[in-house]
């Protein structure tokens, strides 16, 4: 079965943390990567050299798709080739960059890139997170095996509250390679409504692996509560 089967219609987890945080450590990671699988995901997806290298051999058997940050706006997720070789290095199945079609930190296109990084790694698949349709085909066009939504809602203005399904759905119509459902995906309903808009898989990432933030929505939720007053 290809990695791609293995995750059809399955629920991905997404376990990262940011520096500093109580769960920046890569033993965290691999316990929260252990959860998520006894629970019932198909497979990880992790940030981060350390953290990918950890997971990879604690989990062999388990699809990863991995990535870099570098930085937190503009083109951040495993935003330069030197960045996509070192995460393929690590030994994911899947290596996930942004896919959208502002420039590159190293000057290369998407195409470039894809086709340098299959040169060397060429049993690594590709998935390109997205903002938004057009990004699309121009991912196809430079030959990525798979997209996301990833990154729909954080390129510019205020981030949506909920999952952007009118992108899912119109990837999921329009291109011929699987569409991963991904960014703001925070109840078991709104995963189940990405595979009807046509997600070949869901990834969920804070709803799952962010006790701080889940935390912060309780306390939020509390203190502004009727019952209060
Ligand atoms: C935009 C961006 O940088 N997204 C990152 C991509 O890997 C992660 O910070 C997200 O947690 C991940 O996409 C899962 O999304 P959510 O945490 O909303 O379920």
């Known amino acids: 079965m290809t990695v791609l089967d293995t995750i059809r219609g399955r629920l991905v987890v997404s376990c990262q943390a940011d520096p500093g945080e109580p769960l920046d450590d890569p033993a965290h990671m691999v316990a929260l990567a252990r959860s998520a699988l006894r629970g019932g995901a198909a497979a990880i997806r992790a940030q981060g050299l350390r953290d990918l290298r950890a997971l990879r051999a604690a989990l062999p058997g388990t699809p990863l798709i991995g990535l870099v940050k570098d930085g937190t706006c503009g083109v951040y997720i495993t935003p330069t080739l030197a960045h996509a070789e070192?995460?393929?290095?690590?030994?994911?199945?899947?290596?996930?960059?942004?896919?959208?079609?502002?420039?590159?930190?190293?000057?290369?296109?998407?195409?470039?890139?894809?086709?340098?990084?299959?040169?060397?790694?060429?049993?690594?698949?590709?998935?390109?997170?997205?903002?938004?349709?057009?990004?699309?085909?121009?991912?196809?066009?430079?030959?990525?095996?798979?997209?996301?939504?990833?990154?729909?809602g954080y390129t510019g203005g205020a981030v949506p509250q909920d999952p952007d399904l009118a992108l899912i759905g119109a990837l999921a119509e329009a291109l011929p390679v699987p569409v991963v459902a991904e960014g703001r995906i925070n109840t078991p309903e709104q995963a189940a409504a990405a595979l009807r808009h046509g997600a070949h898989a869901v990834v969920v990432g804070t709803a799952i692996t962010r006790p701080a933030v889940v935390t912060s929505r309780f306390a939020a939720a509390l203190v502004t509560s009727p019952e209060m007053s």
């Open 86 to 152: 070192a995460v393929a290095a690590t030994g994911v199945e899947i290596v996930a960059l942004d896919g959208t079609r502002r420039p590159r930190p190293d000057g290369l296109s998407l195409a470039e890139t894809v086709a340098r990084l299959r040169a060397r790694h060429p049993d690594v698949l590709v998935m390109a997170d997205l903002a938004e349709a057009a990004d699309g085909y121009a991912a196809v066009a430079a030959g990525v095996d798979l997209v996301g939504t990833t990154l729909s």
